[in-house]
Every structure is written in structure tokens, then in C-alpha cells.
């Protein structure tokens, strides 16, 4: 395997991506030999994960993947065995220590030329599939909800975001963290157009999962902020559009999905103010999203 170029000039303040980067052809190397695995092909990568295609010792087609250890990937094993492939990417064999995933192959072909309109109903036919009773090791949406929140609370009148939004995502926040619908289902929590794979076995499949026990109406923002260019300046009438569509083929509460996706462009717009150089585009995206899915 190769390193991606572009993750030898990432610069992580607490330390640790340079030494797994530096580790990674090794590890690659050692769970090849381990699992007795053939390479059977390309390489490819996401932000923080790389994957190649490879061959069983049964010489089954199959596809490796190890990622960068985050509290976003440290359950996606536990997703991919509760959904033993229904609606999902097939789990063969897992090494959590190591961030390490034997999955089925799937095919390079995803959602992201496919009609935006058309995909958020494929997505959403997932949705009645993946959004299965969780399983208790999940980490709780309400309790994620309730500490963002409280740090949504304490932001400052001089910050670069409506305050008027800030006290209605803050309202809904506390709403939510104290509502029992708010945990108990398995949520994806990052199902968009590039995490659903063509397969053969179904038409489509999802992938890399970052998963909570939560609300399945807290599912739907990332099918609104990817593809954003796409919408040529129509961003109101271009989401709404999307969100429709996904709360009409998922069968979902509307009102209930709006809510949650003004709570979570919020809650990113606060990840975006810690950053030491704050995305101010991202920002004015989260604002604008988050007032386009509001009567």
C-alpha cells in the first residue's frame, strides 16, 4: 500500500496521526499476513480511513479497511455486525484495537452522481432498515446533545452567528436531551451521498458509519450540506427540495426533522468557532441551512 499524499502534510495538534501514519503500511502489512489476505487490486482512501481490495484465503473478494482510531469510528463494527448486511455493507471480521474492517466488496460506483433528489430516496429507503433497536454499547445522542448545548449556550453575543438562531437551536437542544425519543435507534449519523456504495448482491448499500443510539430524524443533515454547489445559489429552494424528499420516503416527522438539522448545522457552527482559524464559509453554509429548512 501507499500513504495518500495529502495526509503527509496534516498537522494534528495532540500528536497522534503522524506516528499512525508513519505505522500504517506496517499494520496493513501485518493484518494481511494475520488474516491471510491477497491484494487483488486498487487502493483508495476517505479523510481518514484507506482501503484495499483484497482476496480471502476461500478467495472470496473482499475489501480491508483501516482507519485513523476516533470516537466517530469506534463502534462501526458493532453497526456493521447488528446489521449483519441488512441495508449495509457486510461485516467479515473486525479488529476494533486496531481500527481494522474485513468487509464485503462493494462497487467504486456511489450516490453523488446520481440525481440529488432521486438519491435522498434511495437513502431514505435505507432508513426503515439500518434504523434498527441500537445496541447498548452505543454511545447516547442525548447526552452528546446535552453537552453541545450547554457550550451552544455559553457562546458569546459577538460571535459571527445569528443569536436568534442560537437561542432557538439552544431551546430545541435542551428540548431534545431531555426527550426519551431522542436515543434507542441505531442512526448512521454520516449516511450521505459518497457512504452509499452500488453492490451486487443490491442496488445500494451503506458504508462507514459513525453510529449513536438516537432519533432517526437526527439522520438527515448530511444529505442537505453535501453537494452544496450543485444548488447553483438556490440554496433555500434546492434544500428544501431535498428535505422533502427524504422526510416523504422516510415517512418522518417534519417538524421533527427540522428541528434536528437546526440543532445540528448549530452545533457544527460551534466545532467551526473552535478551530484555531475558523471556516468562515462553512459557517455562512451552517446559517444558511439551517434558516432554509424554516417556514
Known amino acids: 500500500m501507499h500513504v495518500p499524499e495529502e ?16 505505522g500504517l503500511p506496517r499494520l496493513v502489512r501485518d493484518l ?19 482501503v484495499l481490495a483484497v482476496r480471502t484465503a476461500e478467495d472470496r473478494p473482499a475489501a480491508l479497511k483501516v482507519g485513523f482510531p476516533h470516537a466517530g469510528s469506534e463502534h462501526e463494527h458493532l ?23 474485513l468487509l464485503e466488496r462493494l462497487e467504486p460506483a456511489d450516490l453523488t452522481e446520481v440525481w440529488d433528489i432521486e438519491a435522498c430516496e434511495v437513502v431514505a429507503g435505507l432508513h426503515g432498515r439500518l434504523h434498527v433497536p441500537a445496541p447498548p454499547q452505543l454511545r447516547l445522542l442525548s447526552a452528546y446533545v446535552a453537552e453541545a448545548t450547554d457550550r451552544l449556550a455559553r457562546l458569546p453575543r459577538s460571535a459571527p452567528v445569528p443569536h436568534r438562531l442560537v ?4 431551546s430545541l437542544g435542551r428540548a431534545f436531551a ?58 433555500r429552494g434546492g434544500t428544501v427540495r431535498r428535505f422533502e424528499a427524504l422526510v416523504d420516503a422516510a415517512g418522518l416527522d417534519e417538524d421533527r426533522a427540522r428541528d434536528w438539522v437546526v440543532v445540528r448545522m448549530l452545533h457544527h457552527v460551534l466545532r467551526a468557532l473552535d478551530e484555531p482559524a475558523p471556516d468562515s464559509a462553512w459557517i455562512t453554509q451552517c446559517v444558511t441551512l439551517a434558516k432554509a429548512v424554516q417556514p
Not at 488474516?35 to 480511513?49: K, P, S, T
Not at 455486525?81 to 474492517?101: I, Y
Open 167 to 170: 437561542e432557538q437551536a439552544v
Open 7 to 22: 495526509w503527509l502534510t496534516h498537522v494534528d495538534p495532540r500528536g497522534r496521526w503522524e506516528p499512525w501514519v508513519a
Open 79 to 101: 453497526a456493521l455486525q447488528h446489521w449483519h448486511g441488512d441495508g449495509a455493507v457486510q461485516l467479515l471480521r473486525a479488529d476494533p484495537r486496531r481500527s481494522a474492517l
Open 178 to 235: 431531555t426527550d426519551p425519543g431522542t436515543d434507542g435507534r441505531l442512526v448512521h449519523t454520516d449516511l450521505h451521498y459518497a457512504n452509499v456504495l452500488a453492490a451486487e448482491r443490491e442496488p445500494w448499500l451503506a458504508i462507514a458509519p459513525e453510529p449513536l443510539s438516537g432519533d432517526p430524524h437526527y439522520e438527515l443533515a448530511p444529505m442537505l450540506w453535501n453537494r452544496w454547489d450543485e444548488l447553483d445559489g438556490d440554496y
Open 32 to 50: 494481511l499476513e494475520e488474516w491471510e489476505l491477497g491484494v487483488d487490486g486498487r487502493q483508495w482512501h476517505g479523510y481518514a480511513a484507506v
